[in-house]
């Protein structure tokens, strides 16, 4: 698919070509969609008026599958094909998930990610991801009554190479062109700092339904500067249900054997967490397949039962300061975002450690969605004039194994995005002519303890004596926070690159195929959709060609500029056919042979902004 | 210190001349190692502003490689002029001294025996209280060493004393970094 642009800089599209642009909170427990209208961002409620989508996916027999609260309300009843909280699964193994014993799900094992057994068949935690970005996207275009130009999709800032590469998939599977993933803090803080014009440094605690971050960021003039973040990705408001499930248990004795067991205790055990946060004691009240449970619960007993989850989160804050060399009376102000945060118990615990009280007066369910809209809606070029700038960092180490399964570490985490770094390895034997590279992520030394990403080779090294191949592989992180990988021997020339995505995202063949399985169920007619968007395609590339000649011309050669307009006119010639896939060949071919001389406009205004900014500066 | 973005930028072909300029050409500021960091800083977002990935995003997949290259090449000059240890390295560097830290560890006796007695305190300390006294220690020697280094690069030019300090630093530094590995593992006892 061709991927046109075209407002020159500057100057913004005309009111009805204002693209349709998204923000998507992507959560553990729910999910939201906004959008900025009337400058101003809010969060798109379905037809019933909720904007809350619950995250679960219920599959039904004959293809069918409920979305959101219908999902949700029949959790109980059919808990094996109702799936909740799969965030907690996006780019993991079985391995990784601590007590899977304690989840109704038939689990299936994979190399790379995990999937479930439904009665729909093998689920990956990526198609169910997509099932509810979908449903969010068809709300969106309800909403606008017109196609999505794109979204900015959340992640957790604590989420690794895999969980990002896993999310930007289901994203590409739910037919949503992918603007940018930006981290959760980052987008709150978007949503509280234009709102509030604040300066200075901020302490974002966001605790979800399944995932724990913090970040630390500096706010001027419109830039959102991340100095360090952490968290842990595994660490949410399901895990404060399971302990207070494992108290009540120890309590009453009771036993939780069967998939509806399971389920049930969840969905009683978050109403009691719930209840608790405004009042000082609840009954816990279960009806298992052994009998009926009830347990009164007090405030305090649960808040002493989930002290060590809470104490968690803030070594975590203490970590984050350290790495940006803060020391707490250098936060202005902390601001609260995720429902787990609803809990009072946790707001004194941020509030007593970090000597300042909690803002908490945007939702904190909406707060993450708002400040992705934000981000989306500049991203789209229909804010010409917007201030907004994030620069955000990697979350954790990335490295490669070397001798004796020990990392190597080549960008430290809490590096500023984007980012490539090198670094210059060589051969262990006498001859050598290849290299294995394994590349991981994580801050522990020893290889087995990172999480793996991809593996790969360098071949073809000429042969020579031990140590004297100089192979510098170097790390590129792009400012969605994925990594490419490429290796090159410096004598020879000899190189491998890599996109970071084998052991455990999805190829894209495997894309395309779950995309075609997808849009067979689809109602629309997809093929006089696909055509109509690759005449608009043609239209916006032949008319941003067109412009770039008449403002840069000059950097082109005569010949040149006759191959751009040879491929200008079998552009527009091809519109005239029926032929979705000639239309985009056409439109390929055009962007491809004025790639360099885009590359060359870029630079050419790249330098003058630069060089204007001097004179600005002084 | 021999890290680099290079061979990224030696794939932008044309660019490579306008990227391959040093850091302080790039952010056009006096080549010294006394530098005010909040206008580092201010220069930095500003440079940002203008190439950052960002701001193409509407553009085209051409223009965002391009931004993406300028945007890496002003990040990478940032994390150099802002550390004043990789600063000093990279003005002796470009004054033709470099550091070359693997091949020479030379380090004068009497700071070696005060760099075992640091490791010593390290690993006895249990608790993080205990270890604050001598993070504050080493810090406090961290910024006579830095300042040292102002006078021979900025003053003197004595680049290759500036060397040997420099040398110094780095041992400093990764203490450093192992006392707050182990502030890490003590909070989270």
Known sequence: MALLQISEPGQAPDPHQRRIAVGIDLGTTHSL???VRNSVAECLPDAQGQVILPSAVRYLDNDGRQIGSDALRAQAEDPQNTLVSVKRFMGRGLKDIANADKLPYQFVDKPGMLAIQTRAGEKSPVEVSAEILATLRFRAEDTFNDDLYGAVITVPAYFDDAQRQATKDAAQLAGLNVLRLINEPTAAAIAYGLD????????????????FDISILRLTRGVFEVLSTGGDSALGGDDYDRVLVEFVQSTTQCVVVTPSDKAQVMVAARACKEALSSQDSMQFEVTLASGAVACKVTRAQFEEACKPLTQRTLNAVRKALRDASLQKQDIQGVVMVG????????????AELLGCEPLTNLNPDEVVALGAAIQANQLAGNNPDGELLLLDVIPLSLGIETMGGL????????QTIPTAMAQDFTTYQDGQTALALHVVQGERDLVADCRSLARFELRGIPPMVAGAARIRVTFTVDADGLLSVAALEQHSGVQANITVKPSYGLSDDQIATMLQDSFKTAEQDIKTRALVEARVDADRMWLATQSALQADGDLLSAQERIHIESLMA?????????????????????AKGTEAFAA???NRGIQNALSGQHIESI | MNRSASNVIDAAGPLS?????????LFDIPKQFAQDRAALDTRWKNLQREAHPDKFSARGTAAQRVAMQWSVRINEAYQRLKDPLRRAAYLCELAGAPINAENNTAMPTEFLVQQMQWREELDDATTADSLRNLHQEV?????????NCESLIDQTQDFSKAVQQVRALMFIERFVKDIDTRLDQLDAV
């Not at chain 1, 509030?196 to 995932?211: K, N, P």
């Not at chain 1, 429902?339 to 941020?350: L, W």
């Open chain 1, 196 to 211: 509030q014009s604040s300066e200075g440094v901020y302490a974002i605690y966001d605790l979800g339904g399944g995932t």
């Open chain 1, 570 to 590: 079998t552009t527009l010639n091809s519109k005239k056919l029926e032929d979705a896939a000639a239309v985009e060949a056409a439109t390929e071919a055009l």
């Open chain 2, 17 to 25: 001349a306008q990227l391959a300029v040093n850091d302080f050409e």
């Open chain 1, 33 to 35: 969609v906004a959008s």
């Open chain 1, 407 to 414: 990392v190597e570490r080549i960008v430290p985490r809490n």
């Open chain 2, 139 to 147: 810090l406090q020697t961290r910024d006579a060493a830095l300042a």
């Open chain 1, 600 to 602: 060359q406009r870029m």
């Open chain 1, 339 to 350: 429902g787990s945060t609803r809990m009072p118990h946790i707001q004194t615990a941020v």
